[in-house]
């Protein structure tokens, strides 16, 4: 079996690559990079992505004795993903690249790249798993529960599940460090990757300014009641704690965004909390929707605990924002306790268990 891993420069992608060579023989794996955007000379050190990862997936790969090659992404990435990103920025959302970055290229356009150079599965360095039960694959959390990457993959399909492999997925950190160390690698001891790859300013707003055409706004509080003014609605998100100005009697937290009204809405800290919400752009790992009500846990953000919800097929349309009253396959989700800062943009991750069932986008 020829094995394609997909190489960041990293110690996770390194060990699988190294996992894999021990597996099946280093003449049957091979190494795969996507160049995925223009370089400017100034990109993140510490990019998944950057001219130094290729550098470090390159030199790894001839210590493990596998040939390396360098996928030009460009296009795809600039499609699915900056653009994206942008837009969900312009309409007053807060996206998150990683999950379409994975889903459309790392397991899209980089597998269909690897099988033409050969390769039967390809590997990455997730935290999670894949288990395969009767016909069809199943998506686990990673063991290691501080680094579990499942939220971020919620988008994958069956094929594409048949077709991938996480060897440390069934491991901790430490251990992947260790192996690392054992064997030389010279990213034993690398930090993580951190912020948007493809941003090279020092903030995401300094790169949005330069995206998007920003006027100020009004600040209002929830009695629609002006209490500021904003530079632009895209540098907030919901949560947001800086640049609403001062003088309020307790701390406020930006609540809503409105890009039609170019309104940015505070409140104090108990109206940040919410029951429910709606999601679209629902993505099942079986690909059949499951019997509704489904009751399960969910994550509204990478970091967060699992929330128990119930989920039911949306029918009301007024629970369904004027965005997408033309998309089909609304979400209604209940949340048992309150949820803070639901934000629209970020994905629902939703979970039996160790299981991941999908996900979608809140809106």
């Known amino acids: 079996m020829k094995i394609a891993v997909a190489m960041s420069g990293g110690v996770d992608s390194s060990v699988a690559a190294a996992l894999m060579v021990k597996k099946y023989g280093k003449e049957n794996v091979f190494g795969v990079t996507a160049k995925l955007f223009c370089y400017s000379g100034k990109e993140k050190e510490k ?10 997936a390159r030199s790894i790969c001839a210590k493990l004795g596998i040939p390396h090659y360098v996928l030009s992404e460009e296009k795809e990435f600039e499609e699915a993903v900056i653009k994206d990103f942008v837009s969900a920025y312009r309409h007053g959302q807060t996206p998150i690249p990683c999950i379409p970055c994975n889903s459309v290229i790392k397991f899209g356009t980089m597998l269909e790249h690897a099988r033409k150079l050969g ?10 798993q894949v288990t395969r039960k009767g016909n069809s694959y199943r998506l686990l959390r990673g063991v290691c529960e501080e680094k579990d990457q499942s939220y971020f993959l919620y988008r994958l399909s069956q094929k594409q599940l048949a077709r991938v492999e996480f060897p440390v997925g069934e491991m901790e950190k430490r251990e992947v460090r260790k192996i690392a160390k054992d064997m030389g690698l010279k990213v034993a001891e690398k930090k993580e990757s ?6 090279t300013e020092e903030r995401v707003t300094d790169y ?13 509080n929830t009695k629609g009641e002006k209490v500021g003014t904003h530079e ?8 947001q704690r800086k640049r609403i100005g001062g003088g309020h009697a307790e701390p406020m937290f930006v609540l809503r965004i409105d890009p039609i009204s170019n309104q940015v809405v505070i409140g104090p800290k108990d109206e940040l909390y919410g029951n429910e919400l709606v999601f679209i752009n629902s993505s099942w790992v079986s690909d059949k929707e499951p019997k509704m009500p489904l009751k399960c846990t969910a994550k509204i953000r990478y970091n967060t605990e699992d929330a128990p919800c119930t989920v039911n097929i949306c029918k009301e349309k007024h629970m369904v924002k004027e965005l997408s009253k033309s998309l089909p396959h609304h979400y209604h989700v209940s949340f048992k306790n309150p949820e803070r800062a639901i934000t629209p943009g970020q994905s629902i ?15």
Not at 119 to 128: D, I, R
Not at 208 to 220: H, N, V
Not at 232 to 239: A, K, N, S
């Open 232 to 239: 632009g609605y895209i540098f907030y998100t919901i949560g």
């Open 47 to 56: 990019a998944c992505c950057s001219l130094s990862a290729i550098d470090d």
């Open 194 to 199: 951190q912020g948007v790859c493809f941003v």
């Open 119 to 128: 390769a039967e599965k390809l590997v990455t360095g997730h935290y999670t």
């Open 349 to 363: 991750v939703l979970y039996n268990k160790e299981i991941v069932l999908g996900g979608g986008v809140i809106i």
């Open 208 to 220: 949005l300014a330069d995206k998007i055409e920003t006027k100020s706004g009004d600040i209002i």
